[in-house]
């Protein structure tokens, strides 16, 4: 990655820019303005991430860079958020939408603007480009939304194939903290304590309300744009990694959008592809900037000769926790859904995965609680964090395993494995876990991709039922959308598991599916190559001059597995320090530390236990702040128990606690 530090305009910073909305609210924001005398068009990035000592590090890596080459950036603390107005109540809120809308018309109404604005942002900033587009606010002609999704209740934090992901409370308890800290004194000033204290005493746990939508109703179809995908008419760049748990969208954006569009999709996991690990890095900025030309300065640029979906193909690689880079290569299709893709079916027979049916005996299978340990996390950060799935053998031999036979050619796959499954089970709460793996000549088994399905959601996410028990019946899924080519003399293994902890919490009872042998079926999605392949050439990684800081204390992550021989417990435990930074251009230090425990007893799935705790503190100027967050679930065959507790500190001193237990029906996850 190199840092470019000469640019064809100088760069004029404003901070704060203060936006006042119609109803009084002050919104605050950085703006990276080119100085020049024509007018230049505008891209806003909207998050609740704080501008001045949270988002910093790579804010100032991008948004100048644009501005460098005469597209003004604006980073926008959205309302209760950072040094803006409001308190903030929940994650893509219409109220925020509302308020991007406004903010939009009157920053294109500056003298020094086009009038063309574009909206960029990864992860919630990806959320509500997308949702925003969907508003169509006039001035708004294009985004880039990187690492996001459609669709609210199947790929983001909360809900996977109808089963619950642990992430919800981490995800939750990590809000707790960033809504629990104050604005910046030196920006706001005198009022920075009072709308603290404002802001805490608003303050809960998200997953309260969270957990009372365990099925796919109203509250997860707002924001949703797959409920209608005609309403975005503006151009989209689609952006995201391998590794990254909304690669799903991806794809359903190529396919459901109507308006100009293109995607990429590389190896990296929750980053922007300048920055992001597992390598190798791209020139996304160099793409971006010949994006906003194209759309928002009508400039030729060539961004739309591109092929449609430019992706990246993971090649031969042992499984490991972390790669500093993957292997493979750039491959592109110029329609999604491809008519280039030749659907191979292979069926669950009594000996493996044939390409002809053949009847048998049933294939049981019976996973302990455990399963699911060596598959990875939900949601990988790249860098040296553990966060990947190891060898599956361990995994494989707590499931039923259909193979191939050795490969007589190697094939590249590309896109979401169909699989159909004719099955019993004996009790009327399963989650289903479907792993597709790479299995090397010596056994080494290599984790592709993987699917779940709560199986009451078998036909409706927002009418589930319980499965019928001891009958026979018929579930239909995708796996998750991936890219890899699998060697010559390799096979592929469909491995079928009735857990999967600790992405998902388990059902109350540990559960037997026994699979219909010759009658169910997986689709594999086989690519021939293309001689559009050969076109795919991406600049260097190119960053502008990263903010001066000092490190006080190195960061650190880990991972341990710890087995009781006593008790039986197994305890997974993730800590995360994100170590000790001083923010030299504006007297801010920064320090945070996480830390994730999952504890579950292989036969007693009411043993799960999850324990998340999250401490952020900062320094800007005379002041001194932390918080510190835990959030505890568990559950009985009736309910979840959700605990959770916040704290504010200033000067090593408490200030303000509170915390509640919360007893929330099961509905059937």
């Given at each position: 990655?190199?840092?470019?530090?000469?640019?064809?305009f100088a760069?004029?910073v404003?901070?704060?820019?203060?936006?006042?909305?119609?109803?009084?609210?002050?919104?605050?924001?950085?703006?990276?303005?080119?100085?020049?005398?024509d007018?230049?068009?505008?891209?806003?990035?909207?998050?609740?991430?704080?501008?001045?000592?949270?988002?910093?590090?790579?804010?100032?890596?991008?948004?100048?860079?644009?501005?460098?080459?005469?597209?003004?950036?604006?980073?926008?603390?959205?309302?209760?958020?950072?040094?803006?107005?409001?308190?903030?109540?929940?994650?893509?809120?219409?109220?925020?939408?509302?308020?991007a809308?406004?903010?939009?018309?009157?920053?294109?109404?500056?003298?020094?603007?086009?009038?063309?604005?574009?909206?960029?942002?990864?992860?919630?900033g990806?959320?509500?480009?997308?949702?925003?587009?969907?508003?169509?606010?006039?001035?708004?002609?294009?985004?880039?939304?990187?690492?996001s999704?459609?669709?609210?209740?199947?790929?983001?934090?909360?809900?996977?194939?109808?089963?619950?992901?642990?992430?919800?409370?981490?995800?939750?308890?990590?809000?707790?903290?960033?809504?629990?800290?104050?604005?910046?004194?030196?920006?706001?000033?005198?009022?920075?304590?009072?709308?603290?204290?404002?802001?805490?005493?608003?303050?809960?746990?998200?997953?309260?309300?969270?957990?009372?939508?365990?099925r796919?109703?109203?509250?997860?179809?707002?924001?949703?744009?797959?409920?209608?995908?005609?309403?975005?008419?503006?151009?989209v760049?689609?952006?995201?990694?391998?590794?990254?748990?909304?690669?799903?969208?991806?794809?359903r954006?190529?396919?459901?959008?109507?308006?100009?569009?293109?995607?990429?999709?590389?190896p990296?996991?929750?980053?922007?592809?300048?920055?992001?690990?597992?390598?190798?890095?791209?020139?996304?900025?160099?793409?971006?900037l010949?994006w906003?030309?194209?759309?928002?300065?009508?400039?030729?640029?060539?961004?739309?000769?591109?092929?449609?979906?430019?992706?990246f193909v993971?090649?031969?690689?042992?499984?490991?926790?972390?790669?500093?880079?993957?292997?493979?290569?750039?491959?592109?299709?110029?329609?999604?859904?491809?008519?280039?893709?030749?659907?191979?079916?292979?069926?669950?027979?009594?000996?493996g995965?044939?390409?002809?049916?053949?009847?048998?005996?049933?294939?049981?299978?019976r996973?302990?609680?455990?399963?699911?340990?060596?598959?990875?996390?939900?949601?990988?950060?790249?860098?040296?964090?553990?966060?990947?799935?190891?060898?599956?053998?361990?995994?494989?031999?707590?499931?039923?395993c259909?193979?191939?036979?050795?490969?007589?050619?190697?094939?590249?796959?590309?896109?979401?494995?169909?699989?159909?499954?004719?099955?019993?089970?004996?009790?009327?709460?399963?989650?289903?876990?479907?792993?597709?793996?790479?299995?090397?000549?010596?056994?080494?088994?290599?984790?592709?991709?993987?699917?779940?399905?709560?199986?009451?959601?078998?036909?409706?996410?927002?009418?589930?039922?319980?499965?019928?028990?001891?009958?026979?019946?018929?579930?239909?899924?995708?796996?998750?959308?991936?890219?890899?080519?699998?060697?010559k003399?390799?096979?592929i293994?469909?491995?079928?598991?009735?857990?999967?902890?600790?992405i998902?919490?388990?059902?109350?009872?540990?559960?037997?599916?026994?699979?219909?042998?010759?009658?169910?079926?997986?689709r594999?999605?086989?690519?021939?190559?293309?001689?559009?392949?050969?076109?795919?050439a991406?600049?260097?990684?190119?960053?502008?001059?990263?903010?001066?800081?000092?490190?006080?204390?190195?960061?650190?992550?880990?991972?341990?597995?710890?087995?009781?021989?006593?008790?039986?417990?197994?305890?997974?435990?993730l800590?995360?320090?994100?170590?000790?930074?001083?923010?030299?251009?504006?007297?801010i230090t920064?320090?945070?530390?996480?830390?994730?425990?999952?504890?579950?007893?292989?036969?007693?799935?009411?043993?799960?236990k999850l324990?998340?705790?999250?401490?952020?503190?900062?320094?800007?100027g005379?002041?001194?702040?932390?918080?510190?967050?835990?959030?505890?679930?568990?559950?009985?065959?009736?309910?979840?128990?959700?605990?959770?507790?916040?704290?504010?500190?200033?000067?090593?001193?408490?200030?303000?606690?509170?915390?509640?237990?919360?007893?929330?029906?099961?509905?059937f996850?």
């Open positions: 990655m190199t840092v470019r530090r000469e640019f064809p760069v004029e404003i901070d704060p820019l203060w936006i006042e909305l119609s109803d009084g609210t002050r919104i605050a924001a950085t703006l990276w303005k080119p100085k020049t005398s007018k230049v068009p505008l891209v806003v990035e909207m998050i609740p991430y704080r501008r001045r000592d949270g988002t910093i590090f790579r804010d100032l890596e991008i948004h100048p860079y644009w501005a460098g080459f005469g597209v003004a950036c604006c980073r926008i603390d959205i309302r209760g958020a950072g040094d803006s107005d409001g308190l903030l109540a929940d994650e893509y809120l219409p109220r925020e939408q509302e308020d809308c406004e903010i939009i018309a009157q920053l294109a109404a500056l003298p020094w603007c086009n009038g063309n604005v574009g909206m960029v942002g990864i992860s919630w990806g959320f509500n480009s997308l949702q925003v587009a969907a508003r169509r606010p006039p001035a708004l002609k294009a985004i880039i939304t990187l690492c999704t459609d669709d609210r209740y199947a790929d983001d934090v909360h809900y996977m194939g109808g089963a619950l992901i642990t992430e919800n409370e981490m995800w939750s308890n990590f809000m707790l903290v960033k809504n629990a800290m104050p604005p910046d004194p030196q920006i706001v000033g005198d009022a920075w304590r009072d709308m603290w204290m404002k802001r805490l005493d608003a303050n809960r746990s998200w997953s309260e309300h969270w957990l009372e939508h365990q796919r109703d109203a509250y997860w179809k707002q924001g949703s744009v797959c409920e209608d995908f005609s309403k975005i008419d503006c151009a760049l689609a952006v995201c990694g391998w590794e990254d748990s909304y690669s799903n969208s991806v794809a954006l190529l396919e459901g959008l109507t308006s100009p569009k293109l995607a990429i999709m590389g990296w996991t929750h980053a922007f592809p300048c920055r992001g690990d597992p390598g190798p890095r791209i020139g996304y900025l160099q793409e971006g010949r906003w030309k194209h759309w928002l300065a009508d400039d030729e640029t060539g961004i739309m000769d591109e092929p449609l979906y430019r992706v993971i090649g031969e690689e042992r499984p490991r926790p972390f790669y500093e880079n993957h292997e493979g290569h750039w491959v592109a299709e110029e329609a999604w859904p491809s008519p280039r893709i030749e659907w191979q079916t292979r069926y669950l027979n009594p000996t995965l044939g390409s002809e049916p053949e009847t048998g005996a049933l294939r049981s299978v996973s302990p609680a455990t399963a699911g340990t060596d598959c990875g996390r939900w949601g990988g950060y790249g860098g040296t964090t553990p966060d990947l799935a190891i060898d599956q053998r361990r995994e494989d031999g707590q499931a039923l259909f193979d191939t036979e050795p490969l007589a050619e190697t094939i590249t796959l590309l896109g979401a494995p169909e699989i159909e499954l004719e099955l019993m089970v004996d009790v009327p709460k399963v989650n289903l876990a479907l792993r597709l793996c790479d299995i090397y000549p010596d056994g080494t088994s290599a984790l592709m991709t993987y699917g779940v399905l709560n199986l009451s959601h078998r036909d409706s996410h927002e009418f589930p039922k319980p499965c019928p028990v001891g009958e026979p019946f018929t579930v239909r899924l995708k796996l998750n959308d991936f890219a890899r080519e699998i060697p003399g390799h096979c293994r469909l491995a079928i598991a009735t857990q999967h902890w600790f998902l919490w388990p059902q109350p009872t540990l559960a037997t599916a026994t699979i219909r042998t010759g009658l169910s079926t997986i594999l999605p086989v690519r021939p190559a293309s001689p559009l392949d050969k076109r795919i991406f600049e260097p990684a190119e960053i502008a001059s990263p903010v001066p800081a000092t490190e006080i204390a190195a960061g650190a992550t880990t991972k341990t597995v710890e087995d009781d021989l006593g008790s039986g417990l197994r305890t997974i435990t800590r995360s320090n994100g170590g000790t930074q001083s923010i030299d251009d504006r007297a920064t320090s945070s530390w996480n830390n994730d425990t999952f504890i579950i007893h292989p036969d007693d799935p009411l043993s799960a324990v998340t705790e999250y401490a952020w503190a900062i320094k800007s005379p002041s001194d702040m932390e918080a510190r967050s835990r959030t505890e679930l568990t559950a009985d065959h009736e309910n979840f128990y959700l605990t959770w507790s916040i704290e504010a500190r200033e000067q090593g001193r408490v200030i303000h606690s509170k915390g509640a237990t919360r007893a929330i029906k099961r509905d996850c």
